[in-house]
T-cell receptor, first 115, second 114 residues
Framework: DAGVIQSPRHEVTEMGQEVTLRCKPI?????LFWYRQTMMRGLELLIYFNNNVPIDDSGMPEDRFSAKMPNASFSTLKIQPSEPRDSAVYFCASSFSARGYTEAFFGQGTRLTVV | AQSVTQLDSQVPVFEEAPVELRCNYSSSVSVYLFWYVQYPNQGLQLLLKYLSGSTLVESINGFEAEFNKSQTSFHLRKPSVHISDTAEYFC????????????FGKGTTLSVSS
């Protein structure tokens, strides 16, 4: 398996524009997680899905952020409108959710810069 | 809710010296514990994990961590570090329940110099 695939790897956009980050989890995994990494706040959990259903979105910072998982092989994280403080590295991770299967596998991340 | 505290944000050491990266967690329920490593411009990779059983767990590249329930700690150690161990290390906790998420500490940057 190719692992968790995120696109794009880098995104530079102007303030106010819509940004869409994409993630393809590992085939067979049924849990998907979006994390944001910044120097100040470290790795923050934004939202996660089990079987395509959002379970906990309490980490989503504002209504400008939204995430969807229309099927088991694809998820998006959208920011609309984007702001400079959204600049960060966004990671997607997936895992197989069952007792005894515990670790999450991470993608390479999307480095977002909002100018 | 679970939380993780990594007590050192940066740890500089010389090559072949021993190192300990400290991690404490808080949780009211049983948890699984993990250490992940992140090399520059890459995603996170699992280094080792504690699920149950022996409280001492080891990785393939010489790191080990010991689960101490009474002190709620999961410190990472290596007796002799290499330049290639330079990276950021994250401690993480997950509830002992299917379908839960990993909660991470803020990370410790290990810098190994010659």
């Amino acid at each position: 398996d190719a692992g968790v695939i995120q696109s794009p790897r880098h995104e530079v956009t102007e303030m106010g524009q819509e940004v869409t980050l994409r993630c393809k989890p590992i085939s067979g995994h049924n849990s998907l997680f979006w994390y944001r990494q910044t120097m100040m706040r470290g790795l923050e959990l934004l939202i996660y899905f089990n079987n395509n259903v959002p379970i906990d979105d309490s980490g989503m910072p504002e209504d400008r952020f939204s995430a969807k998982m229309p099927n088991a092989s694809f998820s998006t994280l959208k920011i609309q409108p984007s702001e400079p403080r959204d600049s960060a590295v966004y990671f997607c991770a997936s895992s197989f959710s069952a007792r005894g299967y515990t670790e999450a596998f991470f993608g390479q991340g999307t480095r977002l810069t909002v100018v | 809710a679970q939380s993780v505290t990594q007590l050192d944000s940066q740890v500089p050491v010389f090559e072949e010296a021993p190192v300990e990266l400290r991690c404490n967690y808080s949780s009211s329920v049983s948890v699984y514990l993990f250490w992940y490593v992140q090399y520059p411009n890459q995603g996170l990779q699992l280094l080792l994990k504690y699920l149950s059983g022996s409280t001492l767990v080891e990785s393939i590249n010489g790191f080990e961590a010991e689960f101490n329930k009474s002190q709620t700690s999961f410190h990472l150690r290596k007796p002799s570090v290499h330049i290639s161990d330079t990276a950021e290390y994250f401690c993480a906790v997950r509830r002992d329940q299917a379908g839960t998420a990993l909660i991470f500490g803020k990370g410790t940057t290990l810098s190994v110099s010659s």
